[in-house]
């Protein structure tokens, strides 16, 4: 699941994350790590323009100081960027950061990347908005020599050069999976050729067949044979039967319903579901999460 507080855009963020801190993400990710989650994660955003902030908030935490801060209060969830900008820096920069990451979680990182989308953001920092797919691409090239086993990575790039240049401590892991989030044409042909996984950007039921179709073709025509985690945002969810307004597009009922609905996910081809849970109070939240790993997630 996307961790609450840490970012508080008004499209999906609930009243109770504004007065809310550090403890309630700590209860949050232990919540996860003890009810059976795969991962928590984390957005990446470095400043929010004034005409969005309204929308957007301008409340999100740094990702590789969220994750790092919840790896040493949990011991078996996984700690996933999603999505980490990362044509907003240096590659070297980013493998940095990441791999001390994954050494001091012991090998628990999912680096999710994307293209961004504030365009000022990119503008601050020097960097081509209008390029940034082109930017991206490289630089997830860039991160798997710099990810890797090598104490001294090398790549030699149109935007990127770099060799004899030693970084440790290395990744715990062999090789960290590089998830590619977005759902236009072009993310969806980032993912198929260049990651691990597919982070979709909340598509509908009703669209996720054909786009899981086009990334499955797309990658055979390159001659990829590597599996591809394949995952899907879940509308809201709310384990029981609510006593308030959960919204009309919230999954609500018995556990049993619940789990029969999110298998049609797998049905598609969905290896990993992201669920999110409609909630008046950070309590109501955990509650929400335990139910569903012990109550749900049987089902699935």
């Known amino acids: 699941m996307q961790l609450p507080v840490q970012s508080q855009s008004t499209i999906y963020a609930e009243a109770w994350e504004a007065a809310a801190g550090p403890d309630d993400l700590v209860e949050i990710a232990r919540t996860a790590d ?28 740094d990702p590789v100081a969220t994750l790092a801060f919840l790896a040493a209060v949990t011991e078996r969830v996984r700690l996933l960027s999603h999505v980490a900008v990362v044509g907003l820096r240096h590659p070297l920069i980013t493998a940095k950061q990441y791999a001390t990451l994954d050494h001091l979680s012991r090998g628990r990182l999912i680096l999710g990347v994307g293209a961004g989308h504030v365009q000022e953001e990119f503008e601050a920092l020097g960097v081509d908005f209008e390029r940034r797919g082109s930017v991206l691409d490289e630089s997830i090239d860039a991160l798997r020599s710099a990810l890797g086993r090598d104490e001294f990575p090398e790549h030699h790039g149109k935007l990127y050069d770099f060799e004899g240049l030693g970084q440790r401590p290395r990744p715990a892991q062999a090789q960290v999976p590089v998830w590619v989030g977005g759902s236009s044409p072009a993310a969806v042909r980032r993912a198929a050729v260049k990651g691990d996984g597919w982070l979709p950007q909340g598509d509908p039921r ?38 308030w307004d959960v919204g ?52 699935l």
């Open 206 to 243: 009703d669209r996720l067949p054909d786009q899981i179709a086009r990334l499955k073709r797309i990658r055979e025509e390159a001659g990829i044979t590597d599996p591809v985690a394949i995952g899907a945002i879940t509308e809201p969810l709310y384990v029981g039967e609510p006593g």
């Open 34 to 61: 003890r009810s059976g989650f795969a991962y928590v994660a984390s957005c990446d955003h470095v400043a929010i323009p004034r005409r969005l902030a309204a929308a957007m908030s301008t409340v999100w935490y």
């Open 248 to 299: 009309r597009r919230t999954l609500s009922g018995r556990p049993e319903a619940l789990a029969e609905s999110l298998r049609a996910y797998r049905a598609m081809g969905v290896h990993q579901i992201q669920v999110r849970f409609r909630s008046r109070s950070r309590s109501e939240l955990t509650d929400q999460m335990g139910a569903f790993g012990t109550e749900v997630a049987p089902h």
